[in-house]
């Protein structure tokens, strides 16, 4: 089945001297490290943002592929996450205006740092956020206040910025039974995609199994 749990994890945390890796986690070596000053308000892609372990190129669904977003969550207190799909945005404030996000307060990363667990969001989010095939999408962090830089032994893990995201991969023949399932208005899990593969098959044997109608197996045979 070509369906694959996927997660990425966001670091705000680099080698002295250097500020983004692309493609690769850097190598840290103790007390030989730095994090990066964040401004407040200034939103930072954690995929394509330039600023701790990043990618060449931005998130983008091939042609036969579906993605299931269901869980993000930033380390600190005073960062808020966003999601984004194209130019639309996931969270909203309640006059329909774009968000900052969530923060993490909401959902801590890890769960229980700093003393603060997550209850809105423990079983991720609800409902998830399916990504179509052709659609670039990606995570933003917002600091709400300014974050300074921290060097060699001052760098902990309380103020290292963290960003976590979890989603579902669906690609290939998987693809177009999630598209099915989406049409047909069903929850898109890997349960369901089994499911329906299962119904599928059923149908099929119970079709090559049954009697023929009258009409063709009372019709005389060609030589």
């Known amino acids: 089945m070509a369906v694959r749990r996927q997660a990425y994890e966001w670091r705000n945390v680099m080698p002295i001297g250097q500020k983004v890796s692309l493609n690769n986690h850097p190598v840290l070596k103790p007390n030989q490290v730095h994090t990066i000053a964040l401004s407040k308000d200034i939103p930072i892609d954690i995929f394509v943002g330039n600023i701790g372990n990043t990618l060449d190129i931005p998130a983008e669904l091939k042609a036969f592929q579906y993605i299931v977003l269901d869980a993000v969550a930033v380390s600190h207190p005073t960062i808020h996450v966003q999601i984004y799909v194209n130019t639309t ?31 809105d969001y423990k079983n991720g989010l609800n409902p998830p956020l399916y990504i179509a095939p052709m659609q670039t999408w990606g995570i933003e962090i917002t600091p709400l206040e300014d974050i300074p830089e921290y060097t060699g032994n001052d760098v902990t893990d309380s103020n290292i910025a963290f960003c976590f995201v979890k989603y579902l991969l669906i690609d290939g023949v998987d693809a177009l ?24 098959l059923k149908n099929h044997i119970l079709a090559a199994t049954s009697e023929l109608p009258p009409t063709i197996s009372r019709r005389k045979r060609r030589v």
């Open 89 to 119: 945005r996931y969270f909203e404030n309640p006059d329909g205006t774009v968000s900052k996000g969530i923060s993490g307060n909401i959902v801590p990363f890890p769960n229980g740092r700093n003393g603060i667990l997550n209850y």
């Open 177 to 200: 039974v999630a598209k099915a399932l989406i049409d047909a208005g069903w929850e898109l899990s890997v349960e369901n995609i089994q499911k329906y593969k299962e119904i599928i």
